[in-house]
């Protein structure tokens, strides 16, 4: 049977819309989510291509996967799964990152020393012909079907139809590092670049120090993000993240509302230190440019860290907020003292291999 037609051209992953609780109705699929990188694996004849989520290949960042996938898939087939790095503490998007890099002497160091894993959670092809037009519960059966007896560092996601099991999934497997909980409509065909599927993933507050801004798009006057720090164990105020969740008149009137702490911030600041660290010496500074940055300016502006404010966060990567935050408030109440680490909500550790029944 012939394989090419399932590689005529990429496939643009299909995408989810945010849900505010974990929607509860007949006909939904249930899955983790996955904290890492998002990639179609499409498996030819004598070749294997790891594409990212904006059809980009990952081969040479991930050398490992390329070699264990290509020995483990099958001819003709097409899988949609996320590509992770487990740590002793359950996932580790921080070293997922690190794998990103131009150097093929740090790559092929970094492959042995933080391997990646592939999660499968959909088939999109099976025997070189592509499925996407089958319901999401017969490419489901159709997956288990193939990968029934995956070893590492392939894996078959978990998956239910029962609500209370998802609720279960959403509360535990956050120990483990994952980012929340898929819900899938079982009667739905795979339709790239469609938001047809629905995340919900972990919410809480936190009350932040207020120590920094971003410029919107080079342009001063209008406010782009708010830097966000809190007080660790001695006293010290760490950079946590940002906050940008702003419409444009309040972008304009935040600058003028900030103005007054611009004035003489640098002096005595907490984070003055950054403000001439070079680039290899500044993996913490709120400013640092990275790989991630696409070649934005991420230079920054301190703020005299006298204002709090309460933004909503989805998860705590290590000592950093892992995605922006969304601003909900002021707290003029709240002096910025205390605003320290201990008021997040610990979360109790979860073994990674228990999400997958080992």
């Known amino acids: 049977m012939p394989h090419a037609p399932a590689f005529d051209s990429p496939i643009e992953p299909m995408l989810a819309k945010v849900a505010a609780e974990l ?7 249930y899955e ?12 030819g004849t004598d070749a294997l291509v790891i594409q990212s989520r904006d059809l980009k290949p990952l081969n040479r960042y991930f050398p490992e996967l390329e070699k264990a996938l290509m020995e483990a898939l099958p001819k003709g087939c097409i899988l949609d799964g996320e590509i992770v790095v487990a740590g002793p503490q359950g996932l580790d998007f921080d070293a997922l990152q690190q ?18 894993a592939f999660v499968a959670f959909d088939l999109l092809a099976a025997g070189g012909r592509r499925i996407l037009e089958v319901p999401q519960r017969e490419r489901r059966v159709r997956l288990e079907r193939l990968l029934g007896h995956a070893k590492p560092p392939l894996y078959l996601t978990p ?46 507050t936190a009350d932040c120090v207020v120590a920094g801004l971003r410029w919107y798009k080079d342009t001063p006057g209008v406010v782009g993000s708010l830097l966000l720090g809190l007080y660790d164990e001695g006293g010290a105020l760490q950079h946590v993240g940002i906050t940008s969740s702003f419409t444009m008149d309040t972008r304009r009137s935040l600058a003028e509302e900030l103005a007054p702490l611009r004035e003489n911030a640098l002096d005595g600041h907490p984070w003055k230190d950054w403000a001439d660290a070079s680039a290899g010496h500044a993996d ?5 440019k990275s790989r991630w940055s696409g070649g934005k300016d991420l230079s920054w502006e301190p703020l005299k860290p006298e204002r709090v404010c309460e933004v909503k966060y989805d998860h705590l990567q290590g000592r950093r907020f892992r995605h922006a935050t969304t601003f909900l408030r002021w707290r003029v109440d709240k002096a910025p003292a205390d605003c320290r680490y201990d008021q997040l909500e610990a979360t109790a550790p979860f073994e990674l291999g228990k999400v997958f029944g080992g």
């Open 32 to 43: 983790p989510k996955w904290d890492g990188f998002r990639a179609i694996v499409l498996r």
């Open 23 to 29: 929607p509860v109705a007949e006909g939904l699929m």
């Open 159 to 204: 998956s239910t139809t029962d609500p209370a099991v998802a609720a279960e999934w959403l509360q535990r497997f956050e120990g483990a590092g994952l980012d929340g909980v898929m819900a899938k409509p079982a009667e739905a065909p795979y339709q790239p670049n469609k938001r047809t599927m629905f995340k919900v993933k972990h919410a809480r």
């Open 99 to 116: 794998r990103i890099h131009p150097a093929a002497s740090r790559i092929a160091r970094l492959a042995k020393e933080t391997p990646a």
């Open 284 to 288: 913490r500074m709120p400013g640092a």
